[in-house]
């Protein structure tokens, strides 16, 4: 056992379940002579699954301490005994402890069966796959069994048997055969398969655990030779063929003689009186029939498309020509709107047409306005002719528009009530309404489309703003941030002397700079003052002074837009107020410093602001004067400062900027070595000896100089160390190391002279 650490332990050997959290103790001592720090590790184990507390033990010389460990285990954590090894590293040496305890896991078996696929469509033979898993922590030999309700299925397995390793999952196949019916509808024909697993014993010479069982239920579902549906197909299309072939031999004893149209002459088309075109001439070219006719030679229908909501024409909607026929409807050509919602359909041949309006964004329409082709009317084409369409109204899917306000720098959540109006219409009532959450977020949903909505933003305290914005059918629109702009704030209120207005008060405040001033009447409106046109939101420091002998400040906080009244200030003779600023050595404002003062009759004591343009200032008023007192600024991590106050009443308090140091301490020394190995040797500086410096979690280091930067030769300096205790330690090939003790106080700079021994 090294000879740094002495360890114990509360318990060598321990035992828990799978799953579990085992906890341990162990009774440290440090038998070095430098402070030292400890921390611990379980070698095999996950260092995630470890837990020490605490993380880091600090101890000092030949003194004690606890470390305790929590190890989780995971649920398939093996049964049995297990040795673990405990790893205790110091922070100081780098030596490593190894301490050894047993760990006992007791058995947990866990059995889990499941199919995949659960159901199997097929017809004669269906195939499963059984996934046997081991969830618990010791090996199973499962065994597997399968039966159906009626023993109608021929049910068999790849293995019927098998060995899962703790944690682990083996698949087996099963085959199911069953006699197949020739007609009607599937059939369901389900079976269980089950599981059961024997355990071996964990420890030599004890009982095995009980068997682990498991079931699981598969259904195969099993189609006929011939489905309902193909057979009634089948006895269809025998009676459509007959009836098609009777008819087609019908058709080929009246027009054997006549062969088969199957493209119509232009001439079909063409009016009489066509410029360039004889009355008794005939053209020699025909059109198929399969599309659309060429420009100016078929039918044409025109028409246009408007919004319900507000009667404008929408564009970019697909407007499809339809004929209907035996076999339905047949698309025979499209087009699409202008912006206007205008639209022209080319080319038809002469006969009747259904009109289809639809978009994405949009519900379908057809023509004159209907939601189905049920409802819907057709229109007729004639060769060379405009057939005029009346308007159609078609409805888009609800809009939605989102966005973010900002209402500036404030420091509880602003709510701005968001309004969409229509900017179309007789009527100007909103449409929607909502209001942004803690983060200025909105959507407006609902908004009917296409239309264009003016969207208002208003909120207390700031000018109201407004946008104007158009969304089509289904349209999600993304607005940029509006900012909103803060009205200017007022403060108002009445001084008094604690009985009736006084006059003659001056009353100031400064914000970014800029210094805002009043005073109180002495005549009419006596005690009362007004500042107005304050910037928001923000905060203000008013001082309140008569004379040169009595001052008070308020503070007052201004949302946005908003006013304020101060019923409550009160100039009492003989008081005074102080304000003073806190900063660092750079000249930093420092906020959450303490200010004490002393010798008032109660305690008085403030804060230096920590937000907003005025940090680290302070204002401590209520001071009798004259009077002798003493301002103490206070602030953890820094050094207190204490000056005086001087208040006579008549002349300003002089309170200059405080400026705090930092409490952290140095320790700086002379590092000596023997010039010689004899009895007495003379004693030289030690340039480059390593000096180590540890309070037990942390190890620092340095090295002797020569005479540079302040230091004498063989000197060393350590600065940024906190107050407490330390171990200093100099050290050198060839010279016995010399270590000493030191309590290091805040701002404080401790001398520890160190002398390297001579090596005999």
Not at 168 to 177: G, I, M, S
Not at 391 to 418: E, H, M, N, W, Y
């Given at each position: 056992?090294?000879?740094?650490?002495?360890?114990?332990?509360?318990r060598?050997?321990?035992?828990?379940?799978?799953?579990?959290?085992v906890?341990?103790?162990?009774?440290?001592?440090?038998?070095?002579?430098?402070?030292?720090?400890?921390?611990?590790?379980?070698?095999?184990v996950?260092?995630?699954?470890?837990?020490?507390?605490?993380?880091?033990l600090?101890?000092?010389?030949?003194?004690?301490?606890?470390?305790?460990?929590?190890?989780?285990?995971?649920?398939?954590?093996?049964?049995?005994?297990?040795?673990?090894?405990?790893?205790?590293?110091?922070?100081?040496?780098g030596?490593?402890?190894?301490?050894?305890?047993?760990?006992?896991?007791?058995?947990?078996?866990?059995?889990?069966?499941?199919?995949?696929?659960?159901?199997?469509?097929?017809?004669?033979?269906?195939?499963?796959?059984?996934?046997?898993?081991?969830?618990?922590?010791?090996?199973?030999?499962?065994?597997?069994?399968?039966?159906?309700?009626?023993r109608?299925?021929?049910?068999?397995?790849?293995?019927?048997?098998?060995?899962?390793?703790?944690?682990?999952?083996?698949?087996?196949?099963?085959?199911?055969?069953?006699?197949?019916?020739?007609?009607?509808?599937?059939i369901?024909?389900?079976?269980?398969?089950?599981a059961?697993?024997?355990?071996?014993?964990?420890?030599?010479?004890t009982?095995?655990?009980?068997p682990?069982?498991?079931?699981?239920?598969?259904?195969?579902?099993?189609?006929?030779?011939?489905?309902?549906?193909?057979?009634?197909a089948l006895?269809?299309?025998?009676?459509?063929?007959m009836?098609?072939?009777?008819?087609?031999?019908?058709?080929?004893?009246?027009?054997?003689?006549?062969?088969?149209?199957?493209?119509?002459?232009?001439?079909?088309?063409?009016?009489?009186?066509?410029?360039?075109?004889?009355a008794?001439?005939?053209?020699?070219?025909?059109?198929?029939?399969?599309?659309?006719?060429?420009?100016?030679?078929?039918g044409?229908?025109?028409?246009?498309?408007?919004?319900?909501?507000?009667?404008?024409?929408?564009?970019?909607?697909?407007?499809?020509?339809?004929?209907?026929?035996?076999?339905?409807?047949?698309?025979?050509?499209?087009?699409?709107?202008?912006?206007?919602?205008?639209?022209?359909?080319?080319?038809?041949?002469?006969?009747?047409?259904?009109?289809?309006?639809?978009?994405?964004?949009?519900?379908?329409?057809?023509?004159?306005?209907?939601?189905?082709?049920?409802?819907?009317?057709?229109?007729?084409?004639?060769?060379?002719?405009?057939?005029?369409?009346?308007?159609?109204?078609?409805?888009?899917?609800?809009?939605?528009?989102?966005?973010?306000?900002?209402?500036?720098?404030?420091?509880?959540?602003?709510?701005?009530?968001?309004?969409?109006?229509?900017?179309?219409?007789?009527?100007?009532?909103?449409?929607?309404?909502?209001?942004?959450?803690?983060?200025?977020?909105?959507?407006?949903?609902?908004?009917?489309?296409?239309?264009?909505?003016?969207?208002?933003?208003?909120?207390?305290?700031y000018?109201?703003?407004?946008?104007s914005?158009?969304?089509?059918?289904?349209?999600?629109?993304?607005?940029?941030?509006?900012?909103?702009?803060?009205?200017?704030?007022?403060?108002?209120?009445?001084v008094?002397?604690?009985?009736?207005?006084?006059?003659?008060?001056?009353?100031?405040?400064t914000?970014?700079?800029?210094?805002?001033?009043?005073?109180?009447?002495?005549?009419?409106?006596?005690?009362?003052?007004?500042?107005?046109?304050?910037?928001?939101?923000?905060?203000?420091?008013?001082?309140?002074?008569?004379?040169?002998?009595?001052?008070?400040?308020?503070?007052?906080?201004?949302a946005?837009?908003?006013?304020?009244?101060?019923?409550?200030?009160?100039?009492?003779?003989?008081?005074?107020?102080?304000?003073?600023?806190?900063?660092?050595?750079?000249?930093?404002?420092?906020?959450?410093?303490?200010?004490?003062?002393?010798g008032?009759?109660?305690?008085i004591?403030a804060?230096?602001?920590?937000?907003?343009?005025?940090?680290?200032?302070?204002?401590i008023?209520?001071?009798?004067?004259?009077?002798?007192?003493?301002?103490?600024?206070?602030?953890?991590?820094?050094?207190?400062?204490?000056?005086?106050?001087?208040?006579?009443?008549?002349?300003?308090?002089?309170?200059?900027?405080?400026?705090?140091?930092?409490?952290?301490?140095?320790?700086?020394?002379?590092?000596?070595q023997?010039?010689?190995?004899?009895?007495?040797?003379?004693?030289?500086?030690?340039?480059g000896?390593?000096?180590?410096?540890?309070?037990?979690?942390?190890?620092r280091?340095?090295l002797?100089?020569?005479?540079?930067?302040?230091?004498?030769?063989?000197?060393?300096?350590?600065?940024?160390?906190?107050?407490?205790?330390?171990?200093?330690?100099?050290?050198?090939?060839?010279?016995?190391?010399?270590?000493?003790l030191?309590?290091?106080?805040?701002?404080?700079?401790?001398?520890?002279?160190?002398?390297?021994?001579?090596?005999?």
């Open positions: 056992m090294s000879a740094r650490l002495r360890v114990a332990m509360d060598r050997h321990l035992s828990t379940d799978p799953g579990s959290t906890t341990f103790t162990l009774d440290i001592t440090n038998t070095s002579e430098v402070i030292d720090g400890i921390s611990a590790r379980v070698l095999g996950d260092a995630e699954r470890v837990t020490s507390r605490p993380q880091v600090s101890l000092f010389p030949e003194s004690a301490g606890q470390l305790t460990l929590s190890i989780e285990l995971p649920d398939a954590y093996p049964a049995g005994t297990h040795p673990l090894t405990i790893a205790l590293d110091s922070h100081t040496s030596e490593t402890e190894l301490v050894d305890v047993e760990l006992t896991v007791a058995p947990v078996p866990r059995l889990q069966v499941r199919p995949r696929p659960a159901v199997v469509r097929t017809g004669r033979r269906a195939h499963f796959v059984v996934d046997v898993g081991n969830r618990g922590n010791v090996p199973l030999d499962i065994a597997l069994t399968a039966a159906d309700a009626d109608s299925l021929k049910l068999r397995f790849s293995r019927t048997s098998v060995t899962v390793a703790a944690g682990a999952t083996k698949p087996v196949n099963l085959d199911c055969r069953a006699p197949r019916h020739p007609f009607g509808n599937d369901d024909r389900p079976f269980s398969v089950h059961e697993a024997s355990t071996p014993a964990v420890t030599p010479g009982a095995p655990p009980p682990v069982k498991d079931n699981a239920g598969l259904v195969h579902r099993q189609r006929p030779v011939i489905a309902r549906g193909v057979l009634t006895i269809l299309m025998t009676i459509v063929a009836w098609a072939g009777a008819f087609l031999f019908g058709l080929t004893k009246v027009f054997n003689n006549d062969p088969v149209t199957k493209a119509a002459p232009a001439s079909f088309f063409v009016a009489s009186g066509v410029p360039g075109l004889a008794d001439s005939t053209p020699g070219d025909v059109l198929a029939k399969g599309g659309p006719l060429p420009a100016g030679v078929g044409v229908i025109a028409g246009r498309v408007v919004s319900t909501t507000s009667g404008d024409g929408i564009g970019r909607i697909i407007v499809e020509a339809l004929r209907p026929s035996r076999n339905g409807l047949v698309l025979v050509t499209s087009a699409a709107t202008q912006a206007d919602g205008s639209y022209v359909v080319l080319g038809l041949f002469p006969g009747d047409y259904y009109l289809r309006f639809s978009s994405i964004g949009y519900h379908t329409t057809w023509y004159p306005g209907t939601v189905s082709q049920a409802g819907a009317k057709t229109l007729s084409a004639a060769p060379q002719q405009v057939q005029k369409a009346n308007a159609v109204k078609v409805a888009g899917f609800p809009a939605t528009i989102s966005g973010q306000v900002d209402p500036g720098l404030v420091t509880t959540p602003v709510r701005t009530v968001v309004i969409a109006r229509p900017l179309t219409g007789t009527s100007d009532a909103p449409v929607a309404k909502t209001l942004t959450d803690a983060k200025g977020n909105y959507t407006l949903t609902g908004l009917p489309a296409p239309a264009s909505y003016q969207v208002s933003f208003t909120a207390a305290g000018l109201a703003s407004t946008l914005e158009d969304v089509v059918g289904g349209q999600h629109r993304y607005e940029p941030v509006v900012r909103l702009s803060a009205g200017a704030g007022t403060i108002r209120g009445v008094t002397d604690g009985h009736a207005p006084i006059g003659g008060v001056t009353v100031s405040t914000v970014n700079g800029q210094t805002f001033t009043t005073g109180t009447p002495t005549v009419g409106k006596v005690g009362q003052f007004k500042l107005g046109g304050l910037p928001t939101p923000g905060l203000y420091i008013l001082k309140f002074s008569r004379d040169a002998s009595t001052s008070t400040t308020k503070d007052v906080t201004l946005p837009g908003g006013s304020a009244v101060l019923n409550n200030v009160t100039l009492v003779g003989g008081t005074d107020a102080v304000v003073g600023k806190v900063v660092d050595a750079a000249g930093a404002p420092v906020g959450g410093a303490t200010i004490t003062i002393g008032a009759p109660t305690p004591t804060t230096s602001l920590t937000t907003g343009d005025a940090i680290g200032t302070y204002a008023t209520g001071l009798p004067v004259p009077g002798f007192y003493t301002l103490t600024v206070s602030l953890p991590g820094f050094q207190p400062v204490t000056l005086p106050l001087n208040l006579d009443g008549v002349h300003p308090p002089n309170v200059p900027t405080v400026t705090m140091v930092s409490a952290l301490g140095t320790i700086t020394g002379l590092v000596q023997p010039r010689d190995n004899t009895a007495n040797p003379p004693m030289d500086p030690s340039i000896a390593t000096i180590t410096i540890t309070d037990g979690q942390h190890l280091t340095t002797t100089v020569d005479a540079s930067n302040g230091l004498v030769r063989g000197g060393y300096s350590m600065t940024g160390l906190a107050p407490g205790w330390y171990t200093v330690t100099a050290s050198r090939d060839g010279y016995a190391q010399d270590t000493a030191v309590h290091l106080d805040a701002g404080q700079t401790a001398n520890v002279p160190l002398n390297l021994g001579a090596l005999h």
